[in-house]
């Protein structure tokens, strides 16, 4: 017997059995290629090769080493400096920061995204009901009034023959990777700005205890210039030098508690608090945190493999490349599985009854025959994509060699530097008591002292500044070699504050 032919507007009404059984089997064949499944089209992803050198262009000195890096150790790389406040400002602000908590938050709109892509695998299930009352027209029609009450279910699943939903929910996974190692680079930037910023606060402690007791010095000697000139022995310009440059050096006092309030403030806002909400915490000053003894920074493919910047820039271009696939799954055809059942009555009280029942199921076929290029358009513009996803994963590689070889630098540097200012600090003070006895002897004049006065507050400052400096580009080449965002032990309050959040 020849099986009609049913169009997409005919009104659902029963099919004979004899009628059923090609539709069946048509359905098992195409349901059974929709599980089997052919390859996805478009590229299979392969990661790039990481070109990174064997070795750190610059020369490893100052405690510096090419030893293999403790994974335990870079996560938590600021317990190394031993300073209780230290590590629990960073505690609270991986436990509280909002930008963390932005990015945290991202993770899992990325997830949900994620889960919207895969279910385009699985049919879709729609329920219905419907209650409509009609009146036809008495010039074209009988003029009667009509009822009509429906239920039902509409099935759907387009089956992913050609793997362009396969390659959706590839792109996603690497979305959803790329988002959560700019996680980890949030974690990275933070831990290490909160450190910078308590660096920044104890600096400005101890200019202020540098410049409060190089003013005690400078205000005995002016009582001291003060008390020969009116003794007689000798004249006020002594005393006037004196007294310029004691007030030059309170003038700096405001500038330093600004300092040191502005840093405290950032410190507060990075931990997810009110500016003052760790004045308390840091109101005993303490000494700007000494630098371990000894760094391990490892060798070029370790930083590389840990930096996240590094590792969401390689998921971004793993994400374009599937992109792709699923641009060129359009030029496919699409196969489609559709049917509903139901029941229909013209009244409410034979809505139930078997006779009310209708139903339909079969398969369908959509294919875009022409559309001017636009595919084959939509597909080089995904190539290109990849392709500017490949160069930036290849700038994100250099730039973090860069930021990695500039912090070795700098913080080899400045040890070189902090010596030189300890040695000429020590000189600065001994000639400043050796000017001074002499001037109370007449044997120099009073410039003499006041030069080098001036020296040892410059000295003592710039020393304070570089002691900082050292351990803030210690700070910096932890963040450069990706240090703070490996998972840590269960125990780990960081570990903690993370779990739950990523993957």
Not at 49 to 67: F, V
Not at 95 to 105: C, G, P, S
Request: overall charge negative; proline content about 5%; some cysteine.
């Amino acid at each position: 017997m020849k099986q009609r032919e049913m169009t997409d507007n005919e009104p659902m009404n029963e099919i004979s059995p004899p009628g059923l059984k090609p539709l069946c089997g048509l359905l098992a064949g195409l349901t059974l290629m929709g599980l089997a499944g052919c390859a996805a089209v478009g590229p299979d992803y392969t990661p790039p090769a990481a070109k990174a050198p064997n070795a750190w262009h610059t020369a490893l000195q100052n405690g510096l080493s090419a030893g293999p890096i403790d994974p335990v150790s870079i996560a938590s790389w600021w317990t190394r400096f031993d300073d209780p406040v230290l590590s629990e400002l960073i505690t609270g602000a991986v436990t509280n920061n909002l930008d963390l908590a932005e990015a945290r938050a991202r993770v899992r709109e990325a997830r949900a995204g994620r889960g919207i892509s895969q279910a385009a695998l699985f049919p879709a299930l729609d329920a219905t009901a419907s209650a409509t009352k009609s009146r036809s027209s008495e010039n074209s029609g009988s003029g009667r009034e009509s009822e009509l009450y429906a239920v039902g279910f509409d099935a759907g699943w387009e089956l992913d023959v050609f793997g362009g939903v396969r390659r959706s929910i590839e792109a996603s996974d690497a979305d959803l990777a790329a988002i959560t190692e700019d996680l980890y680079d949030v974690l990275v930037s933070l831990v290490a700005e909160t450190a910078l910023n308590y660096l920044e606060a104890r600096t400005f402690q101890e200019r202020l205890r540098v410049a409060e007791a190089n003013i005690k010095t400078q205000e005995e000697t002016y009582r001291l210039t003060r008390s020969r000139f009116e003794a007689g022995l000798s004249d006020e310009l002594p005393v006037q030098q004196a007294l310029y440059n004691l007030e030059s050096s309170r003038s700096e006092l405001p500038t330093l508690r600004t300092g040191l309030e502005a840093a405290q403030n950032r410190l507060a806002v990075l931990l997810g608090m009110q500016p003052g909400a760790v004045h308390d915490a840091l109101s005993e000053a303490k000494p700007i945190p000494v630098p371990p003894v000894s760094v391990a920074v490892g060798v070029p493919a370790e930083a590389l493999r840990r930096r996240p910047d590094v590792r969401r820039a390689e998921r971004r271009l793993a994400a374009q490349t599937a992109r792709i696939g699923v641009a060129v799954a359009d030029l496919y055809p699409k196969f489609r599985l559709s049917g509903s059942i139901g029941l229909e009555s013209i009244s409410t009280g034979d809505v139930l009854n078997t006779d009310s029942r209708t139903w339909r199921i079969g398969p369908g076929i959509s294919w875009n025959v022409f559309d001017a290029g636009a595919i084959r358009r939509n597909i080089a513009v995904n190539s290109a994509l990849q392709e500017q996803a490949l160069i930036q994963h290849e700038s994100t590689l250099l730039a973090a060699l860069e930021e990695v070889e500039n912090a070795l630098t700098a913080y080899a540097e400045e040890q070189h530097r902090r010596r030189s200012l300890i040695a000429a600090t020590e000189a600065a003070q001994l000639a400043t008591a050796l000017s001074r006895d002499r001037y109370m002897a007449g044997l120099v004049d009073f410039s003499n002292v006041l030069i080098n006065e001036r020296a040892v507050l410059s000295f003592q400052d710039n020393l304070a500044l570089s002691n900082r400096t050292v351990t803030a580009n210690l700070v910096r080449l932890y963040k450069a070699l990706g240090g703070g965002w490996t998972p840590l032990d269960e125990g780990s309050d960081v570990a903690s504050s993370l779990s739950g959040e990523t993957p």
